[in-house]
């Protein structure tokens, strides 16, 4: 049965005479409460809200006092009242509500200023199921919801940082909010508890093991308005979700200009694909282009790889993004420094480093603190016409998986672990991805292709090109070569023997598998199959 709608007039301007105050963050509540007392408005609280406010002088009515209930079951009983929701949803203009307030002795509440125990926070902090649970907020979210829906007689503040904004309004209007603010903060309350059931939602599904729940829910905060997206025409926005992952969302911009909707995308393929590689093992740069590497090197130092991944693609690098694997040292800075960089992210940045970039003024450098966990599991969305894509994150590792050499020749052990490298690079790269690489740095990549044999004449032909600026050889020559999927057909394969790769690793899988270990075997290649797809689109 359909609800009649309300038809009394929504009034501009009403009074904060009466407020209830029930947070869980505390910050700025002292000021926002001696402001409101100020102004002779009647302040009602909760539990430790109400202790905190009492300890300052202040006059509070504890809510127990207007229910006439004790708080119970460890507080998780206390606002789940007529006394209190009825002074939230009550429709001041409709005279039978007034006449229900007037008959039950409830008063109206004004203000409600409520924020929520910290679900997502006591996840993140590795707590066990019935912490986690205990930290779900049942009260906050219902007050909430029934102040944010009479928002025509109700102002609801659920963010610190909207208090000032209240008191000003209030000092202007004497003491009075306005219909536009309280329809404003409304559509805020409603969308934090609905980010906050998204969350709770998410956690049960995780910990139920459901892969594919009925209903999926996402939700995010704003971090920054983007000046546009993709395209000039393309409204943009930056949202930080509640994963805790190091990268584009938790770093911090030390210097450079505003960073943009493609800067953002480009960065966080940049960084992903760098983590790979185990900063213990070796420095590792990953120069990306659009969302695809043009240059990925290992080196003994930063400076070693990254010299040896800018020369893969020389002319791409330009206005690329540099993501690092180790802390940016001040030989690294003046390397990269020396062409037009939009991006430099990395875990941290030593202090002379810091100088020289700063010589660039536009150029933006993002610190992490740490590195995202490349097998860490993880959630993608895609949305489609009418709907979203979601699917885990590619956290498989080449180290974890059973290599099975299929060829007559074995790889040795310095194309073994070539073959490794260009396959974690492959990872990454757009499909059909081809990735040349020799002694840890591509030396050829071949991306976003229909064809898989163009992607391998397209990676050899860069390699040329490279060759070529440098005035020396051809560094597929004596390469080895990786593939996200399988060859389908032997030319492929072929191509990559024409570029003059020796070794050459794939999922494996397809119906001609034969026929492309027959072509490796003919031509004297080692060839490896992981078992394992890396398509990325």
């Not at 009034?11 to 910050?27: G, H, N």
């Not at 943009?236 to 943009?260: D, M, N, P, W």
């Not at 791409?316 to 939009?342: C, H, M, P, W, Y």
């Amino acid at each position: 049965m359909a609800i009649a709608a309300n038809t009394y007039p929504a009034p501009d301007r009403l009074p904060i005479r009466r407020a209830l105050l029930s947070v869980f963050d505390k910050t700025g509540i002292e000021e926002l409460a001696r402001f409101l007392a100020g102004q002779g408005v009647e302040l009602l609280s909760t539990g430790g809200t109400a202790r905190a406010l009492t300890a300052l002088g202040l006059t509070v009515k504890d809510v127990s006092e207007i229910t006439g209930f004790p708080e119970i079951m460890d507080g998780r009983v206390k606002t789940l009242h007529p006394s209190v929701h009825g002074g939230l949803l009550g429709i001041r203009a409709d005279p039978t509500h007034a006449e229900a307030m007037q008959a039950h002795g409830i008063g109206g509440i004004d203000l409600l200023v409520v924020n929520l125990y910290p679900f997502e926070e006591t996840v993140a902090s590795g707590a066990d199921a019935a912490a986690i649970v205990e930290n779900i907020d049942i009260g906050g979210p219902a007050m909430i919801r029934a102040g944010a829906k009479n928002h025509p007689y109700v102002t609801v503040m659920t963010d610190p940082a909207d208090y000032a904004a209240l008191m000003d309004t209030m000092v202007a209007g004497g003491g009075q909010t306005d219909l536009e603010l309280r329809r404003k903060l409304a559509g805020k309350a409603f969308a934090l508890t609905a980010g906050y059931d998204a969350a709770v939602s998410n956690w049960f599904a995780a910990a139920g093991q459901d892969t594919a729940p009925k209903r999926r829910s996402f939700a995010g905060t704003l971090a920054s308005t983007l000046r546009y997206g993709e395209n000039p025409h393309q409204h943009a926005s930056f949202y930080h979700t509640s994963e805790i992952r190091a990268g584009v969302a938790t770093a911090r911009q030390v210097q450079g200009k505003e960073l943009s909707y493609n800067n953002l995308n480009d960065t966080d393929a940049a960084f992903e694909l760098v983590a790979e590689f185990d900063p213990a093992r070796a420095a590792a740069v990953a120069i990306i282009k659009h969302a695809n590497p043009c240059g990925v090197a290992e080196g003994e130092t930063l400076l070693d790889a990254y010299r040896r991944a800018y020369a893969c693609d020389t002319v791409s690098a330009f206005g690329g993004i540099v993501a690092l694997n180790r802390r940016l040292d001040a030989a690294t800075a003046g390397e990269i420094t020396k062409i037009f960089t939009e991006v430099i992210i990395a875990p941290g940045a030593d202090d002379e480093a810091m100088q020289i970039i700063a010589a660039k003024k536009n150029l933006r450098l993002l610190l992490t603190e740490g590195l995202p966990d490349p097998r860490m599991p993880g959630l993608m969305v895609k949305s489609v016409a009418g709907g979203l894509l979601v699917q885990s994150r590619d956290n498989g590792n080449v180290d974890d998986v059973t290599l099975k050499v299929v060829t007559q020749r074995q790889p040795t052990a310095e194309e073994m672990a070539d073959l490794k490298f260009a396959f974690r690079v492959a990872k990454h790269v757009k499909s059909n991805a081809i990735v040349y690489a020799k002694d840890l740095a591509t030396v050829g990549i071949g991306a976003g292709q229909m064809s898989r044999v163009d992607s391998a004449r397209i990676a050899a032909r860069k390699a040329e090109d490279a060759a070529e600026a440098a005035g020396g050889p051809v560094l597929t020559r004596g390469s080895v070569v990786a593939s996200d999927a399988f060859f389908p057909f032997a030319d492929g394969l072929l191509s990559a023997v024409a570029a003059g790769a020796t070794a050459v690793i794939q999922p494996g899988g397809s119906m001609r598998d034969e026929d492309v270990i027959k072509a490796a075997d003919e031509n004297g290649l080692a060839m490896v199959f992981t078992g394992m797809r890396h398509f990325r689109h």
